[in-house]
Nanobody
């Protein structure tokens, strides 16, 4: 089992920044990829960004490329999502997730999820 706890959400004006954190505990040695997803009201959950836990390769959705940066601190078992130039359409609940298998990071076959953190961007 892996436990994931997100933090860092909140309310910010358009153009502002937030940094989300996700701390992993438990069987963290089994993690291969960690990712961030988001779900806005009335919409399906969508991929935002992911990072290879060992090599650090990063992957982004087109909608956030150039504005968001995913990173990890292996010593702290923590992954971060730095979000800059935020837009009202970024408003959603953001979820951290991880998976042990080597599959395409964009594919939603993640098996452990955090509880989510709300990000609200006002116009």
């Amino acid at each position: 089992q892996v436990q994931l706890v997100e933090s860092g959400g909140g309310l910010v004006q358009a153009g502002g920044s937030l940094r989300l954190s996700c701390a992993a505990s438990g069987r963290t040695f089994s993690i291969n990829v960690m990712g961030w997803f988001r779900q806005a009201p009335g919409k399906e959950r969508e991929f935002v960004a992911a990072i290879s836990w060992s090599g650090g390769s990063t992957y982004y959705a087109e909608a956030v490329k150039g504005r968001f940066t995913i990173s990890r601190d292996k010593a702290k078992n923590t992954v971060y999502l730095q979000m800059n130039s935020l837009k009202p359409e970024d408003t959603a609940v953001y979820y951290c997730a991880c998976k042990p298998w080597v599959t395409t990071p964009y594919v939603n076959d993640y098996n452990y999820w955090g509880q989510g953190t709300q990000v609200t961007v006002s116009s």
